[in-house]
């Protein structure tokens, strides 16, 4: 359970903090509204630098059911506690999301643009072309896990094979952080680099529920690539992994 309470919390915190950059960036009236795109990759890459800070010695911080998805391709992590890890992940995202809401709330009230809105939960790709979106969201998924996975091997010689703490540990979370900013920045204009199923599946389900005013339609005819995208590059990217370092 205390794994767990750490994927929860991490997924939280990068939620929260992702997120609220959004939604600072988008929502009328706050003091960084309109603050852009260098903003926001910023602030995401930050929300993952303090995730994984924060969790990484109680859960290994995967904070991503691709990331767990392709530690456990990649021998490193057990099946058994995939589903386990990937519920906490998606409760603390939509946890986070609903915390956004909150925290912005009058900002959410004034603002009557609906995409602006919705930005603030889960992405939307700026050419709707379903073969490459998939392909965006698989890219920079495979980077983003290729990249966790050789940071966690000098690693492994203090976990034993399939413990539950197999991931980041806390001097990975600069170069994790370091590496999402670099997907935002590079790669992210296309999709709004999801490259997390839980990041996008559970805000878009808050958006859903919630009471919006000039509430945008939810978009779940997309939604299927930023949760299946990242997997198959989370796949991807442990297949890799075993080639090069089996």
């Given at each position: 359970?205390?794994?767990?309470?750490?994927?929860?919390?991490?997924?939280?915190?990068?939620?929260?903090?992702?997120?609220?950059?959004?939604?600072?960036?988008?929502?009328?009236?706050?003091?960084?509204?309109?603050?852009?795109?260098?903003?926001?990759?910023?602030?995401?890459?930050?929300?993952?630098?303090?995730?994984?800070?924060?969790?990484?010695?109680?859960?290994?911080?995967?904070?991503?059911?691709?990331?767990?998805?392709?530690?456990?391709?990649?021998?490193?992590?057990?099946?058994?506690?995939?589903?386990?890890?990937?519920?906490a992940q998606m409760a603390g995202a939509m946890v986070g999301a609903?915390?956004?809401?909150?925290?912005?709330?009058?900002?959410?009230?004034?603002?009557?643009?609906?995409?602006?809105?919705?930005?603030?939960?889960?992405?939307?790709?700026?050419?709707?072309?379903?073969?490459?979106?998939?392909?965006?969201?698989?890219?920079?998924?495979?980077?983003?896990?290729?990249?966790?996975?050789?940071?966690?091997?000098?690693?492994?010689?203090?976990?034993?094979?399939?413990?539950?703490?197999?991931?980041?540990?806390?001097?990975?979370?600069?170069?994790?952080?370091?590496?999402?900013?670099?997907?935002?920045?590079?790669?992210?204009?296309?999709?709004?680099?999801?490259?997390?199923?839980?990041?996008?599946?559970?805000?878009?389900?808050?958006?859903?529920?919630?009471?919006?005013?000039?509430?945008?339609?939810?978009?779940?005819?997309?939604?299927?690539?930023?949760?299946?995208?990242?997997?198959?590059?989370?796949?991807?990217?442990?297949?890799?992994?075993?080639?090069?370092?089996?």
């Amino acid at each position: 359970m205390t794994e767990l309470f750490g994927e929860f919390l991490g997924t939280f915190i990068l939620i929260l903090l992702g997120n609220g950059v959004v939604a600072n960036v988008n929502l009328d009236k706050t003091h960084s509204q309109g603050g852009g795109w260098i903003v926001i990759t910023a602030g995401w890459a930050m929300a993952v630098f303090v995730a994984v800070l924060a969790t990484a010695d109680i859960s290994g911080a995967h904070i991503n059911p691709a990331v767990t998805i392709g530690l456990a391709i990649g021998g490193l992590f057990e099946w058994a506690k995939v589903i386990p890890f990937i519920i906490a992940q998606m409760a603390g995202a939509m946890v986070g999301a609903f915390t956004v809401y909150v925290f912005f709330r009058n900002h959410f009230n004034i603002t009557v643009t609906p995409g602006a809105k919705k930005a603030c939960f889960c992405t939307a790709p700026a050419i709707r072309h379903y073969r490459n979106n998939f392909f965006s969201e698989m890219t920079g998924t495979f980077i983003l896990v290729l990249s966790v996975l050789l940071i966690t091997l000098p690693q492994l010689e203090y976990v034993s094979m399939g413990s539950t703490k197999a991931g980041l540990g806390s001097l990975g979370a600069l170069p994790v952080a370091l590496v999402v900013f670099s997907l935002g920045l590079s790669l992210g204009g296309t999709t709004g680099y999801a490259i997390n199923p839980a990041r996008d599946l559970g805000p878009r389900i808050v958006h859903t529920l919630l009471p919006l005013s000039n509430k945008d339609h939810n978009d779940w005819q997309y939604a299927w690539v930023p949760a299946l995208g990242p997997v198959a590059g989370a796949a991807a990217a442990a297949l890799l992994y075993w080639i090069l370092l089996p």
